[in-house]
C-alpha cells in the first residue's frame, strides 16, 4: 500500500514536471529572425510525431500557414545528435523518434518585414524584431507536439533587460507561464522601449503598455482618451466579465501591411499608422479599442464549439461570424452612443449612413453574413470579409430594433446577448447546429425570418422600414443618406426611440 501511494506520487510528480515544456525565444542574434529552442525535460511518446505550427488562430479567420516563415529546423536527443525530421507542407514537421527528442531549435522570420506572395499575415496578429522592441504573438513564433496543444508551458524571451515588457500572462520570474498553446497565442508579448500606464473600471485594473516608434503616442495619452469608452462599456455591460485586462499599442509610420487590432480573452493588440495624434484619429483609435474591449462578451465569451477547441491544424470557419464580429461592432459603437460619448448625429452618420454606402460601394452586397463566413479562409473571400464590419454590424442594428418592437420596448439585443453571457460563457460553447434555432426559442418566433432573410440570406437591407420603426425617416439620394428624427412620431415610436437610445435599466 505504501510503496503503490508512493508511486503514485511519483508519477503524478513527474507528468506535471514534463508538461512544463520551456520555449526559449532569442531576439538578440538578429533583427529578423526569432531563434527559438525548446526543452523538453520528459520523454514525448513514440506515437507524438508531428511537430505544428498554426495555419490560422482564433478570431483572425484568415489562413496564415505560420510554416512558411520557418527555417533550420532540428530536433536533437540527449546527446545533442540530430534526429531526422521531415518537412510536410505547410506547417508540419515529422520526427522520426520522438520519443528521443530532448530539445527542438528552429529560426522564424519575423512577420512585418517579411515578404510573402499570398496569405499576407494582419500585422496585429503578426510578429516584429528591431533594436528598439519586439512583438511576439505567440502562433506566429511558436509551435507545438500534435497531443499537446492543452498542455501547460513556459515562455523566456532573451531581449534588453532594460526593456519593460506588456502581457497578460503571469510572470514566475523570467518565464512567462501559460496554461496551453492556446492561452499562448491569446496573450500577446510587447517588450521593448514602452510607455505604461494603469486605471480602474469598477473593480477591474486596465493596463495600457505603448510603443510608438517616433514617440507620438504614450501611454498616458491614449489612456485619457479612452477612458469615457471604458465607462460607456462598463454600464452597457453591467459588470465586465474580466478580472483584469491590458491594452497593448504598437504605432509605426510606414505600415507594411493591415494594420488594426486583435482581441484576446484579458487583453489586445492594436498595430496602427502613426500619425499626427488629431482629435479625429485619437476618436479611430478609441473606436477600436471600443470594438476589441467587447469581444470579452463574443466570442470569447459566447461562441460555438468550433471556436473553444481551436484548429490550428485546418482553418475551420463558423457560420456565426455575423455574432462574433458584426454584433461586435454594432455594440462597440451603440455603447459609446448611449454612454454620451458620441452624440445621435455622430451615431447615425458614422454607424449607419456611413456602413451602408461602405456595403454597397466597397463589396458584395449580395453576399449573405453566412457566405462571408464560410469563405473567409480562402483569398477570394478574405477580400469580402471586411463587409462583416459594415453589413454585420447593419444588420446586428436591425435585430436590435426588430427585438425592441418585438418586446414592446424591454428587450433589444443588449439584453439578449447579456442572456447570452449567462447561459453560455467561458467553457461552455452553443451548439453551430442549432444556435440560430436555440435563439429563436429564447426570442421570438419573427426572429426565425430575421435571420433566414438578413442572416443566412442576403435580402436587400430593410433601411427605411426599420428606420420608421424607431421614428427615424431615411432618405436618400445616390451617395447622400439623411437619417433625422421624425417631426411628428406615433406613441409607439416615440416609446421605441427613447428605449433605443439608452442602456434598457435591468
Ligand atoms: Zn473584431
Same mark, same amino acid.
Given at each position: 500500500m505504501k510503496n503503490l501511494f508512493l508511486l503514485f506520487l511519483a508519477v503524478t510528480v513527474s507528468q506535471a514536471m514534463g508538461q512544463s515544456l520551456t520555449y526559449t525565444i532569442d =531576439? *538578440? &542574434?538578429? *533583427? +529578423?529572425?526569432f531563434q527559438v529552442f525548446i526543452d523538453v525535460r520528459q520523454e514525448l511518446p513514440k506515437t507524438t510525431k508531428v511537430f505544428q505550427f498554426a495555419a490560422t488562430a482564433p478570431g483572425t479567420y484568415q489562413t496564415q500557414? #505560420?510554416? %512558411? @516563415? =520557418?527555417?533550420g529546423f532540428k530536433a536533437l536527443n540527449k546527446k545533442g545528435k540530430e534526429i531526422k525530421t521531415t518537412f510536410m507542407a505547410p506547417n508540419q514537421y515529422e520526427i $522520426?523518434?520522438?520519443?528521443? =527528442?530532448k530539445s527542438i531549435h528552429y529560426q522564424v522570420a519575423e512577420t512585418f518585414d517579411t515578404q510573402v506572395s499570398s496569405y499576407p499575415v494582419y500585422m496585429m496578429c503578426g510578429s516584429s524584431i528591431e533594436n528598439d522592441h519586439t512583438l511576439i504573438n505567440a502562433h506566429t513564433v511558436m509551435g507545438y507536439f500534435q497531443g499537446n496543444q492543452s498542455e501547460p508551458l513556459k515562455i523566456k524571451v532573451i531581449g534588453n533587460p532594460e526593456w519593460m515588457t506588456g502581457t497578460a500572462l503571469e510572470q514566475e520570474g523570467e518565464y512567462f507561464l501559460a496554461e496551453s498553446f492556446d492561452h499562448a497565442v491569446d496573450s500577446p508579448i510587447l517588450s521593448g522601449n514602452l510607455t505604461r500606464a494603469e486605471t480602474k473600471v469598477a473593480d477591474t485594473p486596465v493596463r495600457i503598455f505603448t510603443y510608438s516608434e517616433q514617440g507620438k503616442f504614450d501611454s498616458e495619452s491614449l489612456l485619457t482618451n479612452m477612458k469615457d469608452m471604458l465607462q460607456a462599456s462598463q454600464k452597457f455591460l453591467v459588470?465586465?466579465? !474580466? +478580472?483584469r485586462y491590458t491594452f497593448l499599442y504598437y504605432f509605426l509610420p510606414n505600415p507594411s501591411g493591415t494594420t488594426g487590432a486583435w482581441e484576446h480573452s484579458y487583453s489586445s493588440e492594436y498595430v496602427l499608422?502613426? &500619425?499626427?495624434?488629431?482629435e479625429q484619429y485619437m476618436k479611430q483609435v478609441t473606436d477600436i479599442a471600443s470594438h476589441e474591449f467587447f469581444h470579452i462578451v463574443t466570442?470569447?465569451? #459566447?461562441? $460555438?464549439e468550433i471556436i473553444e477547441? @481551436?484548429? @490550428? !491544424?485546418e482553418p475551420t470557419p463558423s457560420e456565426h461570424l455575423w455574432l462574433y464580429e458584426g454584433v461586435t461592432e454594432w455594440a462597440s459603437n451603440i455603447l459609446l452612443y448611449r454612454g454620451g460619448v458620441t452624440s445621435f448625429d455622430e451615431y447615425v452618420k458614422n454607424s449607419i449612413a456611413q456602413k451602408i454606402l461602405v456595403n454597397e460601394n466597397? @463589396? +458584395?452586397?449580395? %453576399?449573405s453574413l453566412s457566405e462571408l463566413a464560410a469563405r473567409s479562409f480562402t483569398q477570394e473571400g478574405a477580400k469580402q470579409y471586411g463587409n462583416i464590419y459594415y453589413k454585420g454590424s447593419l444588420v446586428a442594428g436591425y435585430l436590435d430594433i426588430r427585438l425592441l418592437e418585438l418586446s414592446n420596448g424591454t428587450r433589444g439585443l443588449r439584453e439578449v446577448m447579456l442572456e447570452l453571457v449567462d447561459k453560455y460563457g467561458k467553457g461552455n460553447p452553443f451548439s453551430e447546429k442549432t444556435f440560430f434555432d436555440d435563439l429563436v426559442k429564447m426570442t421570438y418566433p419573427e426572429i426565425g425570418d430575421f435571420i433566414h432573410d438578413y442572416i443566412q440570406n442576403s435580402e436587400p437591407l430593410p433601411h427605411q422600414e426599420y428606420l420608421n420603426k424607431i421614428g427615424l425617416n431615411y432618405t436618400r439620394e445616390g451617395m447622400k443618406i439623411q437619417i433625422r428624427k421624425m417631426v411628428n412620431p406615433t406613441d409607439q415610436q416615440k416609446m421605441l426611440l427613447e428605449v433605443w437610445s439608452k442602456n434598457l435599466a435591468l
Open positions: =531576439v *538578440t &542574434q538578429n *533583427t +529578423d529572425t500557414n #505560420i510554416g %512558411r @516563415f =520557418v527555417s $522520426s523518434k520522438p520519443h528521443k =527528442v459588470k465586465l466579465p !474580466v +478580472d499608422g502613426e &500619425q499626427e495624434p488629431t466570442p470569447l465569451n #459566447i461562441h $460555438s477547441s @481551436f484548429n @490550428f !491544424v466597397y @463589396f +458584395d452586397k449580395s %453576399r
